[in-house]
């Protein structure tokens, strides 16, 4: 059932037709996927061609230069980098509370799991968005 949802879902989007607009001499507007008499067929943007102008730069854009760039990439790093430390000594002070947990305190057990879980969350992602630096 969920995979018939999800077709149905995507089919708007595969789903393309010519949008026709016809004005009657009341002042009604008619839309319609088949051509109308006396209608005209609207020049709509593809999704392709949507695509492409939203990932184009505008040529007024301010550029930054390459020097201030470096700069910044740096700052960047040396933060992303801090947080990793930060996370990772979080990470063992959680795995230190567990194994000096006491076991009849589930609860406790419980909530120190979520944080190793958590910390080592934040850690795959801090080290994969490190990795995808210049």
């Given at each position: 059932m969920k995979s ?10 595969a789903?393309h ?20 008499k ?8 593809t999704?392709?061609?949507t ?6 730069t ?20 040396k ?42 969350g934040?850690i795959?992602?801090?080290?994969a ?6």
């Amino acid at each position: 059932m969920k995979s018939l949802c999800l077709l149905l879902c995507m089919l708007p989007v595969a789903a393309h037709a010519d949008i026709y607009k016809a004005v009657d001499a009341d002042g009604h507007v008619t839309y319609s996927s088949t051509p109308i008499k006396g209608g005209k067929r609207l020049n709509l943007p593809t999704e392709e061609r949507t695509r492409d102008k939203a990932r184009s730069t505008p040529q007024d854009f301010p550029k930054v230069n390459e020097e201030t760039q470096k700069v910044r990439d740096d700052a960047r790093r040396k933060i992303l980098e801090d947080e990793l430390k930060a996370e990772e000594g979080l990470l063992g002070n959680a795995r230190q509370g567990l194994k000096s947990a006491n076991p009849k305190d589930q609860e406790k057990i419980d909530s120190l799991n979520r944080q190793v879980e958590l910390h080592q969350g934040n850690i795959d992602a801090l080290r994969a968005e490190i990795s995808r630096l210049k």
